[in-house]
């Protein structure tokens, strides 16, 4: 899928844990997970609103769309097999 998602990415930049940032936005550290490793289908807004308050950042820092080709998309084609 050419939507990569930054979660990890915006975690370290505020040194935060999984447990807590889950805590703090109120899902499982088990959704954390599949949605810092892509495998997310879906986000809901309240969500992304939640994750954006927490982290205090913009959707496009968690959220960005690559070509199909893109080495990115293609490494996460491969790990969705």
């Keep these: 899928m050419p939507i ?3 979660l990890d990415v ?3 930049k ?5 447990g807590d940032f889950a805590a703090a936005i109120d899902i499982t550290p088990a959704n954390v997970s599949v949605l810092k490793n892509g495998r997310a289908k879906a986000v809901r807004f309240t969500t992304l609103d939640a994750i954006c308050r927490v982290l ?3 959707p496009g820092d ?3 769309w690559v070509p199909e ?3 990115a998309a293609l ?3 491969e790990a969705e097999t």
């Design 14 to 18: 505020k040194k935060m844990s999984v």
């Design 62 to 64: 968690i959220l960005e």
């Design 56 to 58: 205090e950042c913009q």
């Design 4 to 6: 990569i998602i930054n």
């Design 69 to 71: 080709d893109h080495p």
């Design 75 to 77: 490494a996460a084609t």
């Design 10 to 12: 915006q975690l370290a």
